[in-house]
């Protein structure tokens, strides 16, 4: 649980509640409180440069203080925080509906897609039948990003 936990923090990316994070995993509160703590103490009892902060009954997953800059400065492109955790939203998904990405990201990823289409980091292609688009990574994200392929990826297994 705590590892769900973590990912909804991360694709979130901004402070979300008890049962926000709960109507997510479809979990009851009291199990989703117990695993919050859990892994707010095993980031505190790691060097790491992420923690979980509590603010207002609200919970997030950021840098801790003092790192915003030195990432800003390892990016290979002028990229918000915000736009890139979209983009590794895309990126773990692979081929993601964008009305899928929205109800994951916010409706703030409407922008952030818009700026990732502009950046030809992202290539959106209107569903056959819905009115969505589907979202998938471009030739030049794979030439921007070192992105190491996942061994256990199915898709990878069938071509081999």
């Known amino acids: 649980m705590p590892a769900r936990i973590e990912a ?14 709960s109507e997510v995993l479809k979990e009851e509160k ?6 919050l703590l859990a892994l707010m103490a095993g980031y505190s009892q790691r ?9 207002e009954a609200k919970y997030s997953l950021q840098l801790r203080k003092g790192l915003g800059e030195l990432v ?19 990126a773990l998904k692979k081929r993601i509906l964008q009305s899928e990405l929205v109800d994951l990201r916010g ?10 289409v502009e950046m030809n980091f ?3 292609k209107r569903q056959r039948e819905g009115r969505s688009f589907w979202l998938t990574l471009s030739e030049k994200f ?5 992105v190491i392929p996942d061994i256990n990826d199915t898709d990878d297994k069938k071509a081999a």
């Open 8 to 21: 909804v923090l991360y694709l979130k990316g901004k402070p979300i509640s008890v049962a926000e994070i």
């Open 30 to 35: 009291a199990i989703i409180e117990e695993a």
């Open 47 to 55: 060097d790491t440069a992420l923690e979980i902060k509590e603010n």
């Open 72 to 90: 800003q400065n390892l990016l290979p492109v002028d990229i918000s925080g915000a736009t890139l955790r979209t983009l590794a939203t895309i």
């Open 107 to 116: 409706s703030g990823a409407y922008e952030h897609i818009k700026e990732l």
């Open 122 to 124: 992202v290539e959106r």
């Open 142 to 146: 794979h030439r921007t990003f070192t």
